[in-house]
């Protein structure tokens, strides 16, 4: 059984994160989620895996490499253009041959990852078996209508008004059938060939599409808020380690992970939280469920329930909370009168401040 791995797009709804990197390489708890879905397949027993790239490739080969880091060896498919999930199986069909497949959303995040989902459609063979969770908002996501007996009967791509509240998850297996079903769609007012539209070929001509409801948690990571709410999830599982310095005058409570070289002096640290390799934490505090990435530096601050990415440098100012900082950023107090704050902001920035 082979996965593709699907890692382009442009990360919208991330920018201006996006503008300068890859949205599968936003870290959470400072490792990058798309790491977490190929460690997840990894642990599901697929090991050779294709990954779909577009304008990002350059960023996700240098990240991913060629899999060995993982236990995997990945094939690189490029996809010019972002034609839809269905379009991705398009470019990818010499890759897949006659193999069965999972297909799976590099910036998708689930707990407890998908091995029995896995040896459930090895050992049944379904055509398809598709991933099902309950959404408050199906208006966002590709909506699947169930009949009384639980079978799958019609799939609609964010309709207007939604036949139920049972969304796509970003996890897809496939048999070979499917190659069929793909080439036989046409592109839908999105201009892109739907994936739930394939899927739907496959119902009406009578082959066998199952469906498993996941109760567990499950984030489409692609806005800052899931960001967020996934980094929490995975903070509240790590384990305490200090490998890095804390001085004795500072206090870790909780399970606080700081990394090698990291410092910490005079601080406050209150997991779970992780403080990243060669970071510096000095006179401030840090709070729950906030990950701080490598060679940042918080100095005479308070953050919480955030992510601060590499480089990036927190001085003076005060308290923040529920943020995403990204790559070598500088945040710092303004030094002379008049009181003002002074921004230089990119594209599609928010920003919120205190009066």
């Known amino acids: 059984m082979k996965a593709l791995v699907l890692a382009g797009g442009t990360g919208t709804r991330l920018r201006p994160i996006t503008h300068t990197a890859a949205k599968q390489l936003v870290p959470v708890a400072n490792k990058p989620v798309l790491f977490y879905g190929i460690e997840s397949l990894v642990a599901a027993g697929i090991t050779d895996m294709g ?26 498919i490029r996809q010019e253009r972002a ?28 707990v407890g990852g998908i091995s029995e989902l896995v040896q459930k459609f090895e050992a049944e063979k379904p055509d398809a078996d598709i991933l099902l969770t309950r959404v408050n908002d199906p208006t966002m996501f590709g909506v699947v209508e169930l009949d009384a007996t639980g ?19 970003g996890v897809y297996l496939f048999t070979p059938a499917i190659h069929e079903a793909v080439r036989a769609i046409r592109p839908s007012r999105r201009g892109e060939l739907e994936i ?55 206090e870790i409570i909780g399970r606080v992970r ?10 406050r640290i209150v997991g779970p939280a992780v403080i990243g390799d ?30 601060v990415l590499a480089g990036s440098s927190l001085k003076g100012v005060g308290r923040i909370e529920a943020s995403l900082i990204g790559k070598d950023v500088e945040v710092s107090r303004a030094r002379h009168t008049p009181r003002a704050h002074r921004l230089v902001l990119g594209d599609h920035s928010k920003v919120q401040i205190t009066p």
């Not at 990954?51 to 094939?75: M, S």
């Not at 034609?83 to 689930?110: P, W």
Request: net charge negative; charged share 25%.
């Open 51 to 76: 990954i779909i790239v577009g304008d990002t490739e350059e960023e996700i080969r240098a990240a991913v490499g060629d899999g060995r880091a993982f236990g995997a060896t990945v094939t690189y």
């Open 83 to 110: 034609l839809g999930l269905a379009h991705a199986v398009l470019v990818a069909r010499d890759y897949l041959a006659q193999d069965d497949f999972v297909m799976y959303l590099g910036d998708n995040f689930i």
């Open 151 to 169: 079978r799958v009967v019609r799939l609609q791509e964010k309709p207007p008004q939604p036949a139920s509240d049972l969304a796509l998850v």
């Open 196 to 250: 739930t539209d394939a899927i739907q070929e496959l119902v009406d001509r009578g082959l066998t599409v199952r469906s498993t409801t996941v109760t567990g948690y499950w984030k489409d990571t692609g806005n800052v808020t899931d960001m967020l709410e996934v980094n929490r999830s995975v903070l509240d599982s790590i384990e305490p380690c200090v490998e890095g310095s804390v001085d004795e005058a500072s």
């Open 258 to 267: 700081v990394g090698r070289g990291a410092r910490v002096r005079r601080s």
């Open 278 to 307: 060669d970071a510096v934490v000095s006179d401030s505090y840090v709070g729950p469920s906030t990950s701080v990435a490598e060679n940042c530096v918080i100095e005479s601050s308070e953050i919480e329930f955030s992510i």
